[in-house]
């Protein structure tokens, strides 16, 4: 798993302290910043014990924390700004299997732009979208050297797992144990499976990779694309 995934781990496991749980909720609940004392009475504990807790939430990353003096208080002798807390603006989700719902999103969006730009199919757009945002998924690698080491096909195998897809390399075939898209796929299997093939497809021709060829071939308990030697 990516590191990404280890750090958006550490970080939920941070509400599994039952005060620190109590802080938050708190916070993310109330209309504007929280000072500590107000945090400590909403959750009930001692002034000291929101102050580790807050700060802890603010190191893991699921809150912010500004400075301001309270409303009303200004000039000379208002005191030092006080310390106040508010929901992190990250997102913070882990699934399992890996999932990117996000990313399927990002790329219908685009299709029903395309589509109503340029008056096409929303099947043509949705292809169009697709090679787009699989071209955007190598990051910039462009040789099969920027990928690791291994062979051609074991170097894609890594960028696809980088992006969810759990490949199995055997016999000069990647198949891939995961579809990131999977709820999608169980309802609209012609859509999403369409899309996959479009976007691995387009990774493999950013890459460079012409001796790789991505087809669709559904099979049990997997996603329906596979990479495969010309």
Known sequence: MPEEFDTQVERIAALGEPVRRELYQYVVAQDTPV?????????????????????????????????????????????????????????????????????????????????????????EALRAAAAATGRSLTGGAATGEDLGLGGPIERVGELLASNGYEPRTADGTITMANCPFHNLAQTYTELVCGMNLGLIDALLDGLGRTELRARLDPGPGRCCVTVTTR
Do not use: C, W
Not at 101 to 117: D, F, N, P
């Open 35 to 123: 000072g500590r004392e107000q945090a400590a009475a909403g959750a009930g504990v001692a002034h000291h014990t929101a102050k580790f807790h807050l700060d802890k939430l603010v190191a893991d990353g699921l809150l912010d924390a500004e400075y301001a003096r309270p409303p009303g208080r200004g000039g000379p002798g208002a005191g030092r700004p006080a310390k106040l807390y508010r929901r992190a603006a990250r997102d913070i989700s882990v699934n399992l299997p890996d999932r990117r719902y996000e990313l399927a999103g990002h790329v219908m969006a685009e299709a029903i732009t395309i589509a109503a730009r340029d008056d096409i199919p929303i099947m």
